[in-house]
């Protein structure tokens, strides 16, 4: 198990100290290996669940388990130890960028988690190996490369501490397709070829059905759904949930209704494709 939450409840505290509720008794567990997608409307409280996966913010009530450390922490206990466990990749990460040069930027978690220059570099260089950041850009300002670089950079950054969970709230937010099309493809390598978990945050259906494969659905600080997106999109009560079909299970509704092509659920425009191609015999 790597993440649970027990029975949490968070309420942000106002100007009067009136107590906003943000989630309440949430019960989840995420697993090892997990690529999880947690989806809802502005204002379900996705972010502020996300936030508690790696002790930026703290239940009010009940506990979060992650890994060998419970949330609320005891006094002398510190964040250190789960921040290297579970990186979160903020909406807008490049706003975190601050060093003269990329690879200090990458650099830097490893450092500030003790490890030695020669250690931190080689980490840092494989991070943006894998991100397939050019060498030449290394010692260049990461003020002065282009928005979708800058993303990758501030990705980097998390990867070379090497976090068991990665958690991406909105990871393509502001990234033009080609941009978000690579961005997510490295997430799910990650995932596919090196183990990680994934904890997706998104608005985007699309990327929610073609990238994972467990979905829970909030609504009003509630979790009212949990299940794999097999069972969330073929739901009778899918509509309940007031969120949107993917693009690839809108085309296929119009090609049954009106070309009369059997039906088919598909997750991506791959697999759209793959069952077009089998009907008409290619």
Do not use: W
Request: net charge negative.
């Amino acid at each position: 198990m790597a993440i649970q939450f027990e029975k949490v409840s968070f309420s942000y505290r106002g100007v009067k100290d009136e107590r906003y509720p943000a989630i309440t008794e949430i019960d989840l567990k995420i697993n090892e290996g997990d690529f999880l997608a947690i989806c809802g409307h502005t204002g379900s409280g996705k972010s502020t669940l996300v936030q508690h996966m790696n002790a930026l913010l703290r239940p009010n009530k009940g506990r979060v388990n992650i890994f060998d450390y419970t949330l609320p922490l005891k006094k002398k206990q510190k964040v250190g130890p789960i921040r290297k466990k579970v990186g979160l990749v903020f909406q807008f990460p490049e706003y975190q960028l601050f060093e003269e040069t990329i690879l200090k930027d990458v650099m830097f978690g490893p450092l500030n988690f003790g490890l030695k220059e020669d250690e931190a570099k080689e980490k840092a260089i494989s991070a943006c190996e894998l991100l397939e950041i050019p060498e030449e850009l290394y010692h260049q300002s990461p003020f002065r490369i282009s928005g979708g670089q800058m993303r990758k950079v501030a990705i980097a950054g998390i990867l070379a501490m090497e976090p068991e969970v990665l958690v991406l709230d909105e990871p393509t937010r502001g990234l033009d397709p080609r941009s978000a099309y690579e961005v997510m493809q490295i997430f799910n390598k990650l995932h596919q070829e090196h183990g990680k978990t994934i904890v997706l945050v998104s608005h985007d259906m699309n990327l929610i059905s073609e990238y994972a494969k467990r979905v829970v659905v909030m609504k009003k600080g509630r979790i009212v759904f949990d299940g794999s997106k097999e069972e969330l999109f073929e739901a009778p009560q899918f509509n309940d949930f007031s969120l949107a079909k993917p693009e690839a299970l809108k085309l296929m509704d119009y090609l049954h209704e009106n070309l009369n092509i059997p039906y088919k659920y598909v997750y991506s425009d791959q697999e759209l494709l793959a069952h077009l191609k089998e009907y008409v015999g290619e």
